[in-house]
């Protein structure tokens, strides 16, 4: 018997490295779950709208090279809760550490 553990998901298409380590940083920082999934996608909004609807916890991060995106279920497509297209190394770890805290419901960075 399989178990999956509720974590956020983080979906992922060529993704810059040091984007990905950072956004994982602000989650593990929180005490959360996470996976990764890398999907042949065209944009960071598709990927988080996807990864917020399949994760147990509803909170979803899209990577698109250098693009990242934070999502909540619930939000149509077009609405994001955080999105930058160049982030900085804080926007980035700070993105991971707030989808972590949107489930706990505490207040974000």
């Known amino acids: 018997m399989i178990i999956k553990k509720p974590s956020i998901f983080i979906y992922t298409h060529e ?3 040091s984007i990905v380590q950072e956004v994982c940083a ?22 988080a709208y996807k990864a917020a609807r399949d994760s147990m916890l509803g909170s979803g991060v899209g ?6 995106c934070l999502k909540m279920r619930g939000l149509e497509k077009g609405r994001n809760i955080e999105a930058y297209l160049t982030p900085t190394k804080d926007q980035c770890r700070n993105l991971g550490a707030n989808s972590a805290r949107a489930i706990k419901k505490q207040p974000f960075k």
């Open 26 to 47: 602000g989650i593990e920082e929180e005490g959360v779950f996470y996976t990764i999934v890398e999907f042949p996608d065209e944009c960071m909004e598709k990927l």
């Open 63 to 68: 990577i698109f090279g250098t693009a990242v």
């Open 15 to 17: 993704a810059e490295p």
